[in-house]
């Protein structure tokens, strides 16, 4: 089975709807982090957080919000999708214990409409 | 100015051929260094880490450069299955910033 894992893996929405992005990981790292690629762009973060009581602002949070349920769950929300939010969005952990290689999940392919 | 920058590519080399890539990082103070692998449409998972003193594995490797602010990765007697792009991602105060990556396709 898959380390981090995401739902959906792939979603078309109209803009205006609220969409939320799941991330799910049985690493037991603490830290989490939310990141878009954009063709061209390279990856960017969006939110991390470093255990269930701490979320920060990455580069690109305007428009997003997170949720850290639990350590292995870390979600992501959109309340009013646009079409730039149109991406591959990655969600990922790490452990600065192991070397801070950062594990990422499969994607989650969103196109609005 | 982006925190790192790489050239996009793409490099098309034969069978064999050694290459090399470089990337430049912006901030003086960045405590850590790393260089990933991303095929199509796919997730990026780590090739090596790169540490000061330089260091090997196998094919590739990696040198630190803190005085000019680079980072670079050389890959020898290059595979087909080395086709894919190559991401710099630096560590800057708990935060990661990747590059927008280099192509690599090997020829037959």
């Known amino acids: 089975d898959a380390d981090v894992t995401q739902t959906p893996r792939n979603r078309i929405t109209k803009t205006g709807k609220r969409i939320m992005l799941e991330c799910s990981q049985t690493k037991g790292h603490d830290r989490m982090y939310w990141y878009r690629q954009d063709p061209g762009l390279g990856l960017r973060l969006i939110y991390y957080?470093?255990?269930?009581?701490?979320?920060n602002k990455g580069e690109i949070s305007d428009g997003y919000s997170v949720s850290r349920q639990a350590q292995a769950k870390f979600s992501l929300s959109l309340e009013s999708a646009i079409p730039n939010q149109t991406a591959l969005y990655f969600c990922?952990?790490?452990?600065?214990?192991?070397?801070?290689?950062?594990?990422f999940g499969p994607g989650t392919r969103l196109t609005v409409l | 100015r982006k925190e790192v920058e790489q050239d996009p590519g793409p490099f098309n080399v034969p069978e064999g051929a050694t290459v090399a890539f470089n990337c430049t990082y912006s901030?003086?103070?960045?405590?850590?260094f790393f260089w990933y692998r991303q095929d199509c449409r796919k997730e990026p998972k780590l090739l090596m880490s790169v540490y000061s003193s330089g260091n090997e594995d196998g094919r590739f490797t990696a040198q630190l450069n803190r005085a000019s602010q680079y980072i670079s990765l050389l890959i020898r007697d290059s595979k087909l299955s080395d086709s894919a792009t190559y991401l710099c991602v630096v560590n800057s105060q708990n935060k990661f910033y990747f590059g927008s990556g280099t192509k690599l396709n090997v020829k037959p």
């Open positions: 957080s470093f255990d269930v009581k701490d979320i």
């Open positions: 990922a952990t790490s452990d600065p214990r192991q070397g801070d290689e950062q594990f």
């Open positions: 901030n003086s103070a960045s405590q850590s």
